[in-house]
């Protein structure tokens, strides 16, 4: 944990009452945000509460609608592409979550990419070498400048990534979950290259959810709601409550619990398992009828899970049972045989193919019913589709409309219904909501609590942790690779949750 | 995508072909002839039969360049099993068995050891050909006289036997492509793999299905080749893989995969071949008629992109 920095060391940072509207949304209302020379500020906030633009005013990606920003004394006054170049000049860097380096070239080339030193079109690779070690040490890093970016760790990878952002002069480094796609161990190098960067006095803001990385390095807290900065705190000394109360605001109220399913027989058993490097002795049971929710922040290992169950994703211990007897060689046509189906975090990258029509993209799961005589029936096809259609409340034109023409939330309710018509008994449902407009969310609560009801069991993985209680019959929280906290309903609360998932050292 | 923009690639291919019917009816003499158009079509049929496999492939997002080898390979294995004195049905049968062992070969590699097909095919289209001519010394394998054989090049109806197997293959693969839980797979495949995967698709079985197919094909190919030379020939059919793959592209088909369309394709082996023939005809220098064909090929896709893009404007 960090002591407060002095009031006297110099600002970098500052919004003055900065509002940006979106079509539709109020994404942030007159903030008012400070961060000065060598602190470590925390942002803290669910999704959608103005974290991402919060920090692209500081960057210069967007302008507010009113307010100054100002870095380093300098109000920014560019505006469009400009705008960025000169926050970029006024020493303001972004480390991206995304991994953005070129895996086939080495490490210094990547720490200069675009930049190399030299001239006429000639590579100094002497310099470029020297620059290179130079950013290097000055984090710490035992990295070999020369190797290739493919050969390294996730973790060097993230910290190359951060080293990148060291040459020139910078004055503050903004780092978006850098920790979010790493094991627990090998955060903490990340977290050690963060503290000597902020010990040269850079200004760091740090956007994470892991309350304990977030007491080991940050001074400070900005918890976000809604667009609006509720509170900035000082780390020493806040308890973890109190921010996961600022964080879902006084509205903690639900909407109506679920009312607890009657269990029907377990159809799934998973027994120690594990994955690794993320997941460690993992064990629950699935009941036919129920709705399990799996909470846990980004990165702690929940698609890992569902991915092992399906045989997608080799497992390193642990046994899955279904109908209690043991499956042994997984795999995802397996596992389907045995009645799951599995819905993938990315719809657009593993979920819909676009160029096929809905009806195609509903009846690939399972041909066999719509064949007959092995030549496929476009009557049998269509009314198949219809079945999932209306059932689904997807709003598409047409049986056969592209499925990319539809909304996001039509397009997973198809990926969804796919498999209410192959007849699966398990739904294995990885974010199921995300990129999905609210009405559509509050329709795939609807149709996962009635697939439920009919008495299909449902896995549901969610970083949205507000949605849980929304749906869920039990909750399990994961944190540090394994299940940390089991609820049931009606006492799964989205507070408790929320808690779970941040801190080991809760309440 | 209204029904009609769907067809529009369709349409306007199908215009390209009755405006190069016009030009080269008006300036080539004998291009409309009974005997010449019946020329077309068995020249249609070399790239045609192929290409039907080739259109599978493509749309799977992937590529196929071993064609022209594979169907000299295999004409000229037949002539020698007709020599060593295998029954007529029984080598074909035969060399159809062959070409999709060859083909799997290919699709192995693809599916199971992630060589881009690329690279499989083009290692067969290296092997195929130099085997070919060091069993052969680059010489013809006469195969003499033989009934089965000779009625492959003997018309019916006017109509030469390759275009009718032509036809007949096209229908075949027009069907799988758009009613079979097979011919949709492949485009789920091409479309998107991954999802395709996590639907349940056997996505190794189709990739490795596809390039037997291709195999299957390029041994018909082969037999037509046979029975139209007289003799098996290992350096017959060479550029082949260049004419099906320009058949499919410029019939709208795209090379990233997921979109295409047989008819598409069938359009698209009748331009090319109607360009080939048009240009003969009017006694184009050989050299320079390459350089026409290229040039439009090449116009041909741009065209078809530019339509494409300015539908998806026109959409949004």
Request: include cysteine.
């Amino acid at each position: 944990m960090k002591h407060p920095i002095p009031k006297d060391r110099p600002v970098i940072a500052r919004l003055e009452g900065c509002t940006k509207q979106y079509p539709g949304v109020l994404a942030l209302d007159s903030a008012d945000f400070e961060l000065r020379e060598g602190q470590v500020r925390a942002l803290l906030g669910k999704n959608g509460a103005g974290k991402s633009t919060l920090i692209r005013l500081l960057t210069g990606a967007e302008e507010p609608d009113t307010g100054i920003v100002t870095i380093d004394d300098t109000p920014l006054s560019a505006s469009g592409a400009q705008r960025a170049a000169e926050a970029y000049s006024h020493g303001v860097r972004v480390v991206y979550q995304e991994l953005s380096l070129v895996p086939d070239m080495s490490v210094a080339e990547n720490l200069f990419l675009g930049r190399w030193p030299g001239r006429g079109g000639m590579i100094d690779m002497q310099a470029l070498h020297e620059e290179a070690r130079h950013a290097l040490d000055s984090l710490g890093l035992d990295i070999d400048p020369q190797q290739p970016v493919s050969i390294l760790s996730p973790a060097e990878r993230q910290l190359v990534e951060i080293a990148r952002v060291l040459p020139g002069k910078p004055r503050m480094v903004i780092l978006d979950e850098p920790t979010s796609s790493l094991a627990d161990a090998e955060a903490r190098k990340v977290l050690a290259a963060v503290d000597r960067i902020s010990a040269a006095g850079i200004a760091v803001v740090y956007v994470s959810h892991r309350m304990n990385e977030i007491r080991q390095i940050a001074d400070s807290v900005t918890v976000m709601r809604d667009g609006r900065i509720i509170e900035t705190v000082d780390v020493e000394g806040a308890d973890t409550q109190e921010i996961v109360r600022l964080m879902l605001g006084a509205s903690g109220k639900e909407h109506d619990a679920v009312v607890p399913a009657q269990p029907g027989p377990e159809i799934l058993r998973v027994d120690a398992l594990s994955v690794q490097p993320k997941i460690a002795d993992v064990g629950f049971s699935l009941r036919a009828g129920e709705v399990l929710g799996i909470a846990g922040l980004l990165g702690s290992g929940r698609t890992e899970i569902l991915e092992a169950i399906m045989g997608v994703r080799p497992s390193s211990g642990g046994t899955v049972s279904v109908d209690g007897k043991p499956v042994s060689g997984r795999s995802f046509r397996k596992m389907k045989d045995l009645g799951f189906g599995f819905t993938p975090e990315s719809r657009k990258d593993a979920g819909i193919v676009p160029l096929l029509g809905v009806d195609e993209n509903t009846v690939v799961t399972d041909w066999s019913s719509v064949t007959r005589s092995g030549v496929l029936q476009a009557g049998l096809i269509a009314e198949a589709t219809r079945r999932v259609i209306e059932r689904l409340h997807v709003k598409t034109a047409r049986t056969d409309s592209a499925i990319s023409t539809l909304s996001g939330g039509n397009q997973q309710k198809v990926v969804i219904g796919r498999w209410v018509h192959a007849g699966s008994r398990v739904l294995l449902l990885d974010e199921p909501t995300r990129g999905v407009d609210v009405e559509a969310k509050a329709q795939i609560y609807q149709i996962v609590r009635e697939l439920a009801a009919e008495g299909k069991a449902v896995l549901f993985v969610s970083s949205e942790i507000e949605e849980l209680p929304l749906v869920c019959d039990r909750v399990l929280v994961l944190r540090e690779g394994r299940i940390a906290e089991e609820m049931t309903a009606p006492d799964i609360h989205q507070d408790a949750i929320f808690a779970a998932c941040l801190a080991s050292d809760a309440a | 995508m209204s029904r009609l923009g769907q067809h529009m690639n369709e349409l306007s291919l199908f215009a390209a072909i009755v405006l190069l019917y016009i030009i080269f009816g008006l300036t080539a003499d004998g291009f409309l002839s009974f005997y010449n158009q019946t020329n077309i079509l068995r020249d249609a049929a070399t790239i045609g039969i192929a290409a039907w496999a080739a259109t599978l492939i493509i749309i799977a997002g992937e590529i196929d360049v071993s064609t022209g080898p594979m169907v000299a390979f295999i004409s000229v294995v037949l002539a020698y099993l007709i020599q060593w004195g295998v029954p007529t049905v029984g080598a074909f049968v035969l060399a159809i068995v062959i070409g999709g062992l060859l083909g799997s070969i290919a699709g192995a590699l693809r599916a199971y050891f992630d060589v881009p097909s690329f690279v499989a095919t083009l290692g067969l289209w290296s092997a195929l050909r130099g085997l070919s001519l060091y069993f052969t010394d680059a010489l013809p394998v006469s195969i003499g006289r033989n009934d089965i054989v000779d009625m492959l090049d003997r018309p019916i109806f006017g109509l030469p036997p390759a275009a009718i197997i032509m036809m007949v293959l096209f229908a075949v693969f027009w069907f799988v492509s758009k009613r079979t839980a097979f011919g949709r797979s492949v485009f789920a495949v091409g479309g998107n793999a991954q999802a395709a995967f996590l639907s349940g698709i056997n996505v190794r079985r189709i990739r490795v299905t596809i390039f037997v197919l291709a195999g299957m094909m390029a041994a018909i190919s082969g037999m037509l080749l046979l029975a139209r030379l007289g003799s098996g020939n290992a350096t017959a059919a060479s550029g082949l893989e260049f004419d099906v793959i320009a058949a499919v592209v410029v019939g709208g088909t795209a090379l990233s995969g997921g979109r295409g369309s047989m008819l598409g394709t069938l359009l698209g082996v009748l331009v090319i071949t109607l360009i080939g023939n048009g240009l003969i005809l009017l006694g184009i220098n050989a050299f320079i008629q390459e350089v026409v064909r290229g040039i439009i090929i090449v116009a041909a896709v741009l065209a078809n992109i530019y339509a494409i893009k300015r539908g998806a404007a026109k959409k949004g």
